[in-house]
């Protein structure tokens, strides 16, 4: 069975950086299109950015949200099972819990991480 653990929030004031990172177990890491998530309070989880896998490594292999576009880099290490968010620049409006899937959400979902941006 796939167990999805996010790790890496906090709390950071405004303009700082966090690296969130996603561990996948029990499935084939490297053949999953990948993504992370969010869901603030009151609002439905939305797609934050996205990353192919399957081993493609031309072309575009990256789908970033505007609000986050030029601010956060996915990335994934498919030898440590390991999908990465970097996210620099945070916003107040940033903070929610965030959470990893594959693109089309094939998996029950983790715990999350909580990220708050406050000063």
């Known amino acids: 069975q796939v167990q999805l653990v996010e790790s890496g929030g906090g709390v950071v004031q405004p303009g700082g950086s966090l690296r969130l990172s996603c561990v996948l177990s029990?499935?084939?890491?490297?053949?999953?299109?990948m993504a992370w998530y969010r869901q603030a309070p009151g609002n439905q989880r939305e797609l934050v950015a996205s990353?192919?896998?399957?081993?493609?490594?031309?072309?575009?292999?990256?789908y970033y949200a505007d609000s986050i576009k030029g601010r956060f880099t996915i990335s994934r290490d498919n030898s440590k099972n390991t999908m990465y968010l970097q996210m620099n620049g945070l916003k107040p409006e940033d903070t929610a819990v965030y959470y990893c899937?594959?693109?089309?959400?094939?998996?029950?979902w983790g715990q999350g991480t909580q990220v708050t941006v406050s000063s």
């Open positions: 029990g499935g084939t890491f490297r053949l999953y299109n």
């Open positions: 990353i192919l896998g399957g081993g493609i490594i031309a072309g575009d292999t990256t």
């Open positions: 899937n594959t693109k089309t959400t094939a998996f029950r």
